[in-house]
Each structure stands twice: as structure tokens, then as C-alpha cells.
Nanobody
Framework: QVQLVESGGGLVQAGGSLRLSCAVS????????LGWFRQAPGKEREFVAA????????DYADSVKGRFTISRDNAKNTVLLQMNSLKPEDTAVYYC?????????????????WGKGTLVTVSS
């Protein structure tokens, strides 16, 4: 059984930084690809970033490229999202997800392992 718990959200001014962390329980952590998604009020959940099992492959939404960095520590069973140069439009609940097929980040409806989310609010 895989469980995901996000932390690190909060209130930050535009231009600031936050680092989100997702703790993943279970012995099979290294077998999963991992990703971050977000959902703003009144909008659908959208992809933010993904990282492969080996960390060799990463993908980012165009809206966060150059500002956000995803990483993982297989020894600590955690996945991180470093967010810099934050904008008010980054305000959302951020969710961590785990998936056995890397391509699954393209179809979030196929992902069945999600955390409960952490709220990020960026003030202007």
C-alpha cells in the first residue's frame, strides 16, 4: 500500500520561493515514477512536473519551466518540488502522485495514487 503525504505549502509573496515535499510510504517507492499536479479554485487539476524512477527523465508544464525543479531521494522516499519566482497564478492546491508507467502523467485520470494536497497561496 502506497501512501503520499505532502507538506511545505503556505503563503508567499510574488517572486518568492517555496519547497514542497512529498513523503511516500511503502517499500516500492523506487518502482514508481512521481509527479506534482495542481488545482486552482474553479479549475481542473493540471500537470506541473514529473520525474522518472531513476531521475534521468523529467518533464515540466510550460507554465513552470525554468522556475520549478522536481527531484527525488530514493533513500528517503521523498519527492521535492522547488518553486522559485512564484506568481499569483501559481496559487493552487498541489498534489503529489505516484504511477507505474511514466507516460501516465499525460492522463491524470489514469493515476490512482494521490496525496491529499498542500495549499500554496501567492500574493501579489
Amino acid at each position: 500500500q502506497v501512501q503520499l503525504v505532502e507538506s511545505g505549502g503556505g503563503l508567499v509573496q510574488a517572486g518568492g520561493s517555496l519547497r514542497l515535499s512529498c513523503a511516500v510510504s511503502g517499500r516500492t517507492f523506487s518502482q514508481y515514477h512521481l509527479g506534482w499536479f495542481r488545482q486552482a479554485p474553479g479549475k481542473e487539476r493540471e500537470f506541473v512536473a514529473a520525474i522518472s524512477r531513476s531521475s534521468r527523465i523529467t518533464d515540466y508544464a510550460d507554465s513552470v519551466k525554468g522556475r520549478f525543479t522536481i527531484s527525488r531521494d530514493n533513500a528517503k522516499n521523498t519527492v521535492l518540488l522547488q518553486m522559485n519566482s512564484l506568481k499569483p497564478e501559481d496559487t493552487a492546491v498541489y498534489y503529489c502522485a505516484a504511477f507505474p508507467s511514466y507516460a501516465a502523467w499525460r492522463t491524470p485520470s489514469d493515476i490512482d495514487k494521490w496525496g491529499k494536497g498542500t495549499l500554496v497561496t501567492v500574493s501579489s
